[in-house]
């Protein structure tokens, strides 16, 4: 079945420490997007790729960085500059952006928390 | 500054009735509606759509209406069931302007009591 893979599941960070959250989709999707999700809140775009090593920064971008070396992949990294990283992040991915009319695929997000 | 506005952060119904929920938005730019159903722990699913061209989209029990002038749509489920109870998420893009980013709300808790 095709579909949006995130890993690992839960994920505890030390203080300093960098942290990579993997995405990995096998829709063929070129759009792939991370947000992130804090209790009570909408999601918030950290990163957005349209097509293979290219990407956007979102609205929360600072403390993050990605990279897109391959279609199906899209992996985030959540830095030491990133002073409040314990939030549910989530990976979407949607065919190429300018088609508005076309949803976002999400996978079932990512649970960092900081030790 | 949040665009897209779920102003009921829960709700309630009996299974078999009506559900409603209501999500508003401030950007006249937005052309495309979008509903997403969300279980703790998952990520959301998409739900039902809909374009600024019409003013109803409906999928089985779902229905979504969009009143563009009041920059305003609700999520009608009919007859609700108990599996409905979920976290529904509100969203817009301005998709004609070659962006496909989604606005998020900060969603209403929905409980079907059976």
């Known amino acids: 079945d095709g579909g949006i893979t995130q890993s690992p599941k839960y994920l505890f960070r030390k203080e300093g420490q960098n942290v990579t959250l993997s995405c990995e989709q096998n829709?063929?999707?070129?759009?792939m997007y991370w947000y992130r999700q804090d209790p009570g809140q909408g999601l918030r775009l950290i990163y957005y790729s349209q097509i293979v090593n290219d990407f956007q920064k979102g609205d929360i971008a600072e403390g993050y960085s990605v990279s897109r070396e391959k279609k199906e992949s899209f992996p985030l990294t959540v830095t030491s500059a990133q002073k409040n990283p314990t939030a549910f992040y989530l990976c979407?991915?949607?065919?190429?952006?300018?088609?508005?009319?076309?949803?976002?695929?999400f996978g079932d997000g990512t649970r960092l928390s900081i030790l | 500054d949040q665009q897209v506005k779920q102003n009921s952060p829960s709700l309630s119904v009996q299974e078999g009735r009506i559900s409603i929920l209501n999500c508003d938005y401030t950007n006249s730019m937005f052309d495309y509606f979008l509903w997403y159903k969300k279980y703790p722990a998952e990520g959301p699913t998409f739900l039902i759509s809909i374009s600024s061209i019409k003013d109803k989209n409906e999928d089985g029990r779902f229905t979504v209406f969009l009143n563009k002038s009041a920059k305003h749509l609700s999520l009608h489920i009919v007859p609700s069931q108990p599996g409905d109870s979920a976290v529904y998420f509100c969203?817009?893009?301005?998709?004609?302007?070659?962006?496909?980013?989604?606005?998020f709300g900060t969603g209403t808790r929905l409980t079907v009591i059976p």
């Open positions: 829709l063929n999707h070129d759009a």
């Open positions: 979407a991915s949607s065919i190429p952006i300018g088609r508005g009319d076309q949803p976002q695929h």
């Open positions: 969203a817009a893009s301005a998709g004609q302007t070659g962006a496909n980013n989604l606005f």
